[in-house]
């Protein structure tokens, strides 16, 4: 875990640092934009026409690829401005930035915030690693709170947090883990993806707020508000997604490879983002 709190900080210290790029966006239609003259001075450009190159790689791409030219890159007139300049969608910005100088400053860090903003993948994968980061600290809340009305033992706890799956998943987490097909040594939390983590994220929540309002005083009680919270979560997840969260699909990747894999990844930006 410690390693997926690091990648999630340095996924957030990189969002924090596109904020100034962010605020310049401008949106059209429901289609967000961001001026190519800027977009190239927060690389480090400082002659626009050198990046102006990108942008034009970005456009044979486009082109090339089937995708169109008159709605991802945008006379600048549309904005009420008569510069040179052009407005370019997330996607076409994102092509163009994998078109600029690996070597300038930001570019990297850049990348990787586009590829959030375009790729699903990518964009599920970094979803899954803060999810997972809340998962720890909703599961140390939810334990503190049941502490304090006598969910005391090793046991009291174990059977607490299988009250919760059992509402949740309509079975224990063992029984979960192997209809999901796990070994005994694979658990649920390394495999499972964005929407589930965040469902169960949303169950520990819920519960650790009943408790703390005084709604079980003791053990008994904590374990019935459990099941009764898995079980909202368990109704809103069928009506959000048509399947029930012991049918949610896992992931490939395990957690661990991945945020192994995006601790790589973010070395290749580390630096750029002072």
């Known amino acids: ?52 190159r990108c942008v034009n790689s970005a456009r044979i791409i486009a082109s090339r690829s089937g995708i169109s030219i008159t709605d991802n890159f945008l006379n600048p007139r549309l904005f009420d401005q008569d510069q040179d300049d052009v407005w370019l969608s997330v996607w076409a910005a994102s092509a163009a930035i994998m078109e600029a100088d690996s070597t300038k400053p930001r570019v990297a860090a850049t990348k990787s915030y586009f590829a959030s903003l375009v790729d699903e993948e990518f964009a599920a994968d970094e979803a899954r690693l803060k999810e997972r980061q809340t998962y720890k600290h909703n599961h140390r809340m939810l334990h503190g709170a049941a502490d304090k009305v006598g969910v005391n033992s090793q046991r009291d706890h174990a ?110 930006f580390d630096g750029e983002l002072e």
Request: proline share 2%; hydrophobic share 35%; aromatic share 6%.
């Open 1 to 52: 875990m410690k390693r997926v709190d690091e990648v999630v900080a340095a996924i957030e210290h990189r969002d924090e640092a596109m904020s100034p790029l962010v605020a310049s966006f401008e949106k059209r239609e429901g289609k967000i934009y961001v001026s190519a003259n800027v977009l190239g001075q927060f690389l480090g450009y400082r002659d626009a026409s050198n990046f102006r």
């Open 159 to 268: 059977v607490f947090d299988d009250a919760g799956y059992k509402g949740m998943y309509g079975r224990s987490i063992r029984d979960v883990e192997r209809m999901k097909g796990l070994s005994s040594k694979e658990r649920l939390v390394d495999f499972a993806g964005a929407t589930e983590l965040a469902a169960n994220n949303l169950r520990m929540a819920m519960t650790t707020d009943a408790l703390e309002n005084g709604k079980a005083s003791n053990k008994s009680d904590a374990n019935k508000v459990h099941r009764k919270k898995g079980k909202i979560v368990r109704d809103a997840v069928l009506k959000g997604t048509g399947m029930t969260p012991e049918h949610l699909p896992l992931e490939q990747k395990r957690l661990d490879d991945l945020s192994r894999e995006k601790k790589r990844e973010i070395k290749s």
